[in-house]
């Protein structure tokens, strides 16, 4: 009878050892997917008749940022450009190069933008757009986040008005973004 008992014990030992525990090769992914904010920026003008209207336009922008795996996130940006009544919103895809707390990322997208420019009718203002951007993420704290892009933007209306600019924008988040729950 102790025969049984010792055989088993050594079955178990080397089963266990076997086994791996640490679960290592089973995807992840954060319990929280959505963080969003606001920012600031700037955009400056490429063409010539955006030019007349201003070379600097003061961007605020609302910021959706939604995590889709691990090196790609779904971007939703809202933004309104000062002086009057410019606005747009973009939806696109971000490839994040790094998963660590310091996250550079390249990133393209699609909407529709509107420029209030004089002497122009309302269908001539506004188009589809595209933007194509460069820049990083930055965690500041496990429910902050920084945001920092060049964007270039490229709006097909009438006069094809693009921009370049800077922004650069605060991101919250519930404080299980960092926490990940096995997909398995």
Not at 51 to 69: A, H, P, R, S
Not at 75 to 88: E, K, M, S, T
Not at 164 to 179: A, C, E, M, W
Request: charge should be neutral.
């Amino acid at each position: 009878m102790n025969h049984y008992i010792v055989l088993g014990m050594i079955v178990m030992l080397f089963c266990g050892s076997w086994a791996d525990t640490s679960e290592s090769g089973v995807p992840t992914s954060p319990l929280t997917i959505y963080s969003g904010g606001i920012g600031v920026g700037t955009i400056h003008s490429l063409n010539d008749t955006l030019k007349m209207e201003t070379k600097t336009f003061l961007k605020l922008v609302f910021i959706n940022d939604v995590y889709l795996v691990d090196k790609v996130h779904l971007f939703i940006d809202i933004d309104w450009l000062a002086p009057r009544a410019n606005f747009g919103a973009d939806v696109g895809l971000d490839y994040v190069f790094m998963t660590s707390r310091f996250r550079p990322f390249l990133g393209a997208g699609a909407g529709a933008r509107y420029f209030d420019k004089k002497g122009y009718d309302f269908g001539d203002n506004i188009g589809p757009a595209g933007t194509l951007h460069a820049g990083f993420m930055a965690d500041i704290s496990k429910t902050v986040q920084m945001r920092f892009r060049v964007p270039f933007h490229v709006v097909l209306n009438r006069t094809s008005d693009c921009g370049i600019g800077l922004d650069i924008g605060v991101l919250f988040s519930k404080p299980y973004r960092q926490v990940k729950k096995l997909d398995y």
